[in-house]
Nanobody, 121 residues
Framework: QVQLVDSGGGLVQAGGSLRLSCAAS????????MAWYRQAPGKQRELVAH???????TYADSVKGRFTISRDNAKNTASLQMNSLNSEDTGVYYC???????????????WGQGTQVTVSS
């Protein structure tokens, strides 16, 4: 059984920083992409940052230059460093990964349970 556990959310003032962490555990053969999504109240879940296994990154336009995604393939972890936070960054942040359980299996999507980020103005 594979689990993604994300953490690090909290309440922060506008202009502040937070660092989110995600740890994958269980019977994992290989992790392909890792990413962070967020869902603001009343809105659809949206991609915030994505990192392919090879290290290529993609960011939502709204967070470019402020957020940085990183990962440690040896530890099956990912992080999201968030700087210069503003009220529009408020929401529940979810870690996401596509994981292969065995050598011959396909990659399957997994989600963390979500961590709340609240930015006060």
């Amino acid at each position: 059984q594979v689990q993604l556990v994300d953490s690090g959310g909290g309440l922060v003032q506008a202009g502040g920083s937070l660092r989110l962490s995600c740890a994958a555990s269980g019977s994992i053969f290989r992790i392909n992409a890792m990413a962070w999504y967020r869902q603001a109240p009343g809105k659809q879940r949206e991609l915030v940052a994505h990192m392919a296994n090879g290290g290529t990154t993609t960011y939502a336009d709204s967070v470019k230059g402020r957020f940085t995604i990183s990962r440690d393939n040896a530890k099956n972890t990912a992080s999201l460093q968030m700087n210069s936070l503003n009220s529009e960054d408020t929401g529940v942040y979810y870690c996401y990964a596509t994981i292969r359980l065995t050598y011959s299996s396909a990659f399957y999507p997994y989600w963390g349970q979500g961590t709340q980020v609240t930015v006060s103005s």
